[in-house]
């Protein structure tokens, strides 16, 4: 009984979990060709962006120039991540 109890503890705060992560797709201007191996360019990204409060995940795409970001809205807004994506150094939607 116990356990049948923990996992759907576990499984209901895991959905609420997921409902509270938001995505932002953000366009930027990348120059190199190598971005996602480049220490200055996509390592970048991920180990500054990933370290702001309330952002879970981030992705990046050459092809399209666009960052995808997933957030939870509770702790951060889509305009505190576009201004650490632009203190970064890249364009970041309006925001350069």
Same mark, same amino acid.
């Given at each position: 009984m116990r356990i049948l109890f923990l996992i759907s503890f576990m499984m209901l705060t895991s959905f609420t979990v997921n409902a509270q992560a938001?995505?932002?797709?953000? *366009?930027?201007?990348?120059?190199?060709?190598?971005? *996602?191996?480049c220490e200055t360019c996509g390592q970048l990204f991920e180990k500054?962006?990933?370290r702001q409060?309330?952002?879970?995940?981030?992705?990046?795409?050459e092809k399209e120039m666009t960052i995808t970001v997933f957030f939870n809205a509770k702790k951060t807004?889509?305009?505190?991540?576009?201004?650490?994506?632009?203190?970064?150094g890249y364009d970041a939607d309006d925001v350069e």
């Open positions: 938001q995505k932002a797709v953000i *366009k930027t201007t990348i120059t190199c060709d190598h971005c *996602k191996e500054k962006l990933i409060k309330g952002v879970q995940m981030v992705a990046l795409n807004d889509l305009p505190t991540i576009r201004t650490a994506i632009s203190q970064l």
